[in-house]
């Protein structure tokens, strides 16, 4: 009658050794948005997102990958996104920028699209999708960036690229 969940192991790598003193990946249990803790359960006249089921399941099963450089991105209604970092990987670039009219014809149009190569690599012994989305709960303002959604699967593939929408005008 009771299944008892199997413990997941999620292996990561970074081939800079700084990245895993300084910017490791951490569970989001360890790393909540600023305001979560101190919210009461119950506000006298209903109950907070503390008893919010998705929230709480999200929380206590992602992990969390801070961003390992700073970026500077400054964008064009006509141009591609002019980036800007000191980071330089090791083995290809830091981002890619991609043109959206050609990727996905007539999607976001107000958007430019950018994909930060992230030099972390996770392996995992199983084939388990994990799904990429974005920290929404950690950002004052979510709208001028978006994390595009993914499902990646670290037994099999292993790099973990977060593919960004910058709205234009930001």
């Given amino acids: 009658m009771f299944i008892k969940k199997k413990k ?10 700084q990245l895993v003193d ?6 989001m249990e360890d790393n909540l948005p600023d305001w979560y803790k101190p ?5 006298g006249h209903g109950l907070t997102v503390k008893h919010c089921p998705g929230l709480k399941d999200l929380f206590e099963s992602t992990i969390v990958m801070p961003l390992w450089a700073d970026f500077e991105i400054r964008t064009s ?10 980071f330089n990987p090791p083995g290809g670039p830091s ?16 958007y430019s699209n950018i994909k930060f190569n992230s030099p972390w690599m996770f392996w995992c012994d ?8 974005q920290a929404t709960w950690h950002q004052k303002d979510p709208s001028p960036l ?23 005008d930001a």
């Fill in 77 to 86: 209604l006509i141009n591609q996104p002019d980036v800007r970092t000191s």
């Fill in 126 to 133: 199983e084939p388990i999708s994990c799904l990429v989305t």
């Fill in 146 to 168: 978006q994390t595009v959604p993914g499902i990646l699967e670290f037994r099999h593939q292993h790099q973990a690229n977060i593919n960004t929408l910058i709205r234009k």
């Fill in 22 to 27: 300084l910017f490791p990946p951490v569970v």
């Fill in 95 to 110: 981002h890619v920028s991609h043109n959206l009219s050609d990727q996905v014809t007539g999607a976001w149009p107000a």
């Fill in 8 to 17: 997941l192991t999620i292996h990561a790598y970074a081939p800079i050794g």
């Fill in 39 to 43: 919210l009461p359960a119950d506000l």
